[in-house]
């Protein structure tokens, strides 16, 4: 079993910057293939970036060059930077592990935390 916990999140004004964080523990060996999805307010949950355990990242077009999705190995912790933010990107953060593939969800989940974009 694997647990995530992320942290990070709040209120940012347009054109502002986060920091997300994802703290594992448990089997750390089943981690795989990491990654960060959200769900906007009234839409359905969507995989915006992934990481793999080697390092290689893959964007979803919408946060292509605004984002940077990291790990560090070493802490078990993986990062969302995310930079320029829009008012579109408001939406819970989830955490997530265990893939098997780089655009795919995992078993393991985090609990979410909430980002909000507005002036």
């Known amino acids: 079993q694997v647990q995530l916990v992320e942290s990070g999140g709040g209120l940012v004004q347009p054109g502002g910057s986060l920091r997300l964080s994802c703290a594992a523990s448990?089997?750390?060996?089943?981690?795989?293939?990491m990654g960060w999805h959200r769900r906007p307010p009234g839409k359905q949950r969507e995989l915006v970036a992934a990481?793999?355990?080697?390092?290689?990242?893959n964007y979803a077009d919408s946060v292509k060059g605004r984002f940077t999705i990291s790990r560090d190995n070493r802490r078990n912790t993986m990062y969302l930077q995310l930079d320029s933010l829009e008012p579109e990107d408001t939406a819970v953060y989830y955490c997530?592990?265990?893939?098997?593939?780089?655009?795919?969800?995992?078993?393991?989940w985090g609990q979410g935390i909430q980002v909000t974009v507005s002036s």
């Open positions: 448990g089997s750390i060996s089943d981690l795989r293939t």
């Open positions: 990481v793999s355990s080697g390092g290689t990242t």
């Open positions: 997530n592990a265990g893939s098997h593939r780089m655009w795919s969800s995992g078993p393991y």
